[in-house]
C-alpha cells in the first residue's frame, strides 16, 4: 500500500511539473498559479528545496498583488526545508503537500485552515513541533509515521481524527482541549469521549493490554506499536475493523472478542503471534488477515466458519496444526491460502465423517495431511467453567492452567500457576485461564 501511495504521488508531483512549465508564475523560488474562481488569489503548486521557506501572504506577479491562498497537493513532496513559515492568508492544505520531508522540524498551521488532509506530514522523520489552530475540525491521516512526533495538542474543535490518522508515529502525549467533547486520551490510547470507541493505541512501553469493557468498536489500523506482547479483547467488542492490529511486531498472543462475526482483511498481519483460537460465531475471515505471520503455528477455526478470504495465511511458513471444526469445508476464494510449505508440511484437521469433503475441495484438498478428529467433548473442556473466587485480598483460582491476572488498565499483575494470588489496591481485576476471562472487584 505505502509503495502504491509513493507512486501516485510521484505521478502527481510530475504531472505538477509539466502543468507549471506551461502556466506557472516563479516569485523568489516559489512556483504559483492564479487561481480563476477567486480574486486576485493564488496557490502554491511547488518550491524549491531551501533550508527555511518564507511564505509572503501577498505575491506580485506582473504588477498585481495576489493573495496566498491555498497549497497544492504535493507541493512541497520530498523538500529538503528545514522550517517553513506559513501566512494567515492560507485557509487550504492539500493532500501529501508535506510527504518525505525528512529535515522538517517544526512548523504552525493558519488560523484559517479547518482540515489536515491525507498524508500532510506522512513520513517526515524529524517533525517534532506542529501548532495546530484552534477552528481545526477534522485531521485525516496526517501524521503516518512521524518517528520523531512525541506531542500533540488536540484543539477543542475537532469533531473528526480519522482512522489511522497517527499509524506509526509514536506519540507519547496527546493533549485533548479540555473543551472538546468528542475524544479523550488516557493512559496512553486514544478513545471517542465516552470510550465506546478504541481510536489508537500508543503505549509501547505496556506489554499486555486488555481492551476496556467500554469499548464496543477498535478501529481500523488501531494498533500499530512495538513491546505490546498480549492483547486481551472484552467480549463487549462488537466490531474491529481492519488491520487493526497489523504490524505488532512483538505481539506474540491475542484472545479475540466472543461477539465478533467477521474477521477484516489484514486484521493481524506482520504479527508474532504464535497461535490463535478464532472464536465460535465467527463466519468470515477476509483476505490477508494473518498473512506473514512468521511465528504462527497452531491456529483452530470455529465451526461457524463459511468463508475463508484469498492470502489469508500466506507466509505462515511456521505453521504447523490447522484445526478446522466445521463439518461443511468453508468456501475458500481463492487457491492463494496458504504457503506451498504449509500444505506440504501442516496437518490439517478435521471433523469425524468429513474426511472426503475435505480431501475433495480444491483448495483443502491440496493438504498432504489431513486427519479425522473427534472433536467432541474438546469443546466442553476447552470452555469448561473455572472458579473464581476473592477472599480478603486474596484472588483464588481452581485448576493447574497458566493463570494471568491484570488490572484494568492492562498491567500484568500476576502471571503463572499459583492459584492463590493476593492483591492489595483495590479495583476491577481480569483473570484469564486459557481462553477463560473473569472478572472481579476488590
Given at each position: 500500500?505505502?509503495?502504491?501511495?509513493?507512486?501516485?504521488?510521484?505521478?502527481?508531483?510530475?504531472?505538477?511539473?509539466?502543468?507549471?512549465?506551461?502556466?506557472s508564475?516563479?516569485?523568489?523560488?516559489?512556483?504559483?498559479?492564479?487561481?480563476?474562481?477567486?480574486?486576485?488569489?493564488?496557490?502554491?503548486?511547488?518550491?524549491?528545496?531551501?533550508?527555511?521557506?518564507?511564505?509572503?501572504?501577498?505575491?506580485?506577479?506582473?504588477?498585481?498583488?495576489y493573495?496566498?491562498?491555498r497549497?497544492?497537493?504535493?507541493?512541497?513532496?520530498?523538500?529538503?526545508?528545514?522550517?517553513?513559515?506559513?501566512?494567515?492568508?492560507?485557509?487550504?492544505?492539500?493532500?501529501?503537500?508535506?510527504?518525505?520531508?525528512?529535515?522538517?522540524?517544526?512548523?504552525?498551521?493558519?488560523?484559517?485552515?479547518?482540515?489536515?488532509?491525507?498524508?500532510?506530514?506522512?513520513?517526515?522523520?524529524?517533525?517534532?513541533?506542529?501548532?495546530?489552530?484552534?477552528?481545526l475540525?477534522?485531521?485525516?491521516?496526517s501524521?503516518?509515521?512521524?518517528?520523531?512526533?512525541?506531542?500533540?495538542?488536540?484543539?477543542?474543535?475537532?469533531?473528526?481524527?480519522?482512522?489511522?490518522?497517527f499509524?506509526?508515529?509514536?506519540?507519547?502525549?496527546?493533549?485533548?482541549?479540555?473543551?472538546?467533547?468528542?475524544?479523550?486520551?488516557?493512559?496512553?490510547?486514544?478513545?471517542?469521549?465516552?470510550?465506546?470507541?478504541?481510536?489508537?493505541?500508543?503505549?509501547?512501553?505496556?506489554?499486555?493490554?486488555?481492551?476496556?469493557?467500554?469499548?464496543?468498536?477498535?478501529?481500523?489500523?488501531?494498533?500499530?506499536?512495538?513491546?505490546?506482547?498480549?492483547?486481551?479483547?472484552?467480549?463487549?467488542?462488537?466490531?474491529?475493523?481492519?488491520?487493526?492490529f497489523?504490524?505488532?511486531?512483538?505481539?506474540?498472543?491475542?484472545?479475540?472478542?466472543?461477539?465478533?462475526?467477521?474477521?477484516?482483511?489484514?486484521?493481524?498481519?506482520?504479527?508474532?503471534?504464535?497461535?490463535?483460537?478464532?472464536?465460535?460465531?465467527?463466519?468470515?475471515?477476509?483476505?490477508?488477515?494473518?498473512?506473514?505471520?512468521?511465528?504462527?503455528?497452531?491456529?483452530?477455526?470455529?465451526?461457524?466458519?463459511?468463508?475463508?478470504?484469498?492470502?489469508?495465511?500466506?507466509?505462515?511458513?511456521?505453521?504447523?496444526e490447522?484445526?478446522?471444526?466445521?463439518?461443511?469445508?468453508?468456501?475458500?476464494?481463492?487457491?492463494?491460502?496458504?504457503?506451498?510449505?504449509?500444505?506440504?508440511?501442516?496437518?490439517?484437521?478435521?471433523?469425524?465423517?468429513?474426511?472426503e469433503?475435505?480431501?475433495?475441495?480444491?483448495?483443502?484438498?491440496?493438504?498432504?495431511?489431513?486427519?479425522?478428529?473427534?472433536?467432541?467433548?474438546?469443546?466442553?473442556?476447552?470452555?469448561?467453567?473455572?472458579?473464581?473466587?476473592?477472599?480478603?485480598?486474596?484472588?483464588?483460582?481452581?485448576?493447574?492452567?497458566?493463570?494471568?491476572?491484570y488490572?484494568?488498565?492492562?498491567?500484568?499483575?500476576?502471571?503463572?500457576?499459583?492459584?492463590?494470588?493476593?492483591?492489595?489496591?483495590?479495583?476491577?481485576?481480569?483473570?484469564?485461564?486459557?481462553?477463560?476471562?473473569?472478572?472481579?472487584?476488590?
Open positions: 500500500m505505502k509503495n502504491i501511495v509513493v507512486l501516485l504521488v510521484a505521478i502527481l508531483v510530475n504531472s505538477i511539473n509539466v502543468f507549471a512549465d506551461s502556466s508564475y516563479d516569485v523568489d523560488g516559489i512556483l504559483y498559479k492564479i487561481i480563476p474562481e477567486e480574486d486576485c488569489a493564488v496557490e502554491i503548486i511547488r518550491a524549491n528545496s531551501i533550508e527555511n521557506i518564507v511564505i509572503p501572504e501577498v505575491v506580485n506577479i506582473e504588477n498585481i498583488e493573495k496566498v491562498k497549497i497544492h497537493q504535493a507541493a512541497f513532496y520530498e523538500n529538503k526545508m528545514k522550517t517553513i513559515v506559513l501566512p494567515e492568508s492560507i485557509d487550504s492544505i492539500e493532500g501529501y503537500v508535506f510527504q518525505y520531508c525528512k529535515n522538517l522540524e517544526r512548523i504552525t498551521i493558519p488560523s484559517n485552515v479547518k482540515v489536515l488532509s491525507d498524508g500532510l506530514f506522512s513520513y517526515c522523520d524529524l517533525l517534532m513541533e506542529i501548532n495546530l489552530p484552534v477552528g475540525t477534522y485531521i485525516k491521516t501524521f503516518v509515521d512521524c518517528p520523531s512526533l512525541r506531542k500533540l495538542k488536540i484543539p477543542q474543535n475537532v469533531t473528526i481524527i480519522g482512522a489511522s490518522a499509524t506509526k508515529s509514536p506519540i507519547e502525549e496527546l493533549v485533548i482541549d479540555e473543551n472538546n467533547n468528542h475524544y479523550a486520551f488516557i493512559d496512553g490510547v486514544l478513545y471517542n469521549k465516552d470510550q465506546s470507541l478504541l481510536h489508537t493505541y500508543f503505549d509501547s512501553a505496556n506489554k499486555d493490554f486488555v481492551v476496556p469493557e467500554t469499548v464496543k468498536t477498535i478501529e481500523k489500523r488501531a494498533f500499530s506499536v512495538r513491546g505490546l506482547k498480549t492483547i486481551i479483547v472484552n467480549d463487549n467488542v462488537e466490531e474491529i475493523k481492519e488491520a487493526a497489523a504490524h505488532c511486531y512483538d505481539l506474540e498472543s491475542i484472545k479475540l472478542s466472543n461477539t465478533i462475526k467477521r474477521l477484516e482483511s489484514g486484521l493481524l498481519t506482520y504479527t508474532g503471534i504464535k497461535t490463535i483460537e478464532i472464536p465460535e460465531g465467527v463466519t468470515s475471515i477476509a483476505n490477508f488477515v494473518f498473512s506473514n505471520c512468521e511465528q504462527l503455528e497452531k491456529v483452530s477455526m470455529p465451526s461457524t466458519l463459511e468463508e475463508i478470504g484469498g492470502y489469508s495465511f500466506r507466509g505462515c511458513t511456521a505453521l504447523k490447522i484445526n478446522l471444526y466445521s463439518v461443511t469445508p468453508p468456501n475458500a476464494i481463492s487457491e492463494m491460502h496458504f504457503s506451498d510449505v504449509t500444505y506440504e508440511l501442516a496437518t490439517l484437521n478435521v471433523p469425524i465423517g468429513s474426511l469433503l475435505y480431501k475433495g475441495h480444491g483448495v483443502w484438498g491440496k493438504f498432504v495431511n489431513i486427519n479425522e478428529i473427534d472433536y467432541s467433548g474438546i469443546d466442553t473442556i476447552k470452555h469448561k467453567e473455572i472458579s473464581v473466587k476473592l477472599i480478603g485480598n486474596t484472588i483464588i483460582v481452581s485448576g493447574n492452567e497458566n493463570i494471568e491476572i488490572d484494568i488498565s492492562g498491567n500484568v499483575i500476576y502471571r503463572g500457576e499459583n492459584t492463590h494470588v493476593e492483591v492489595s489496591v483495590p479495583g476491577v481485576y481480569i483473570v484469564r485461564v486459557g481462553d477463560i476471562i473473569k472478572k472481579v472487584v476488590l
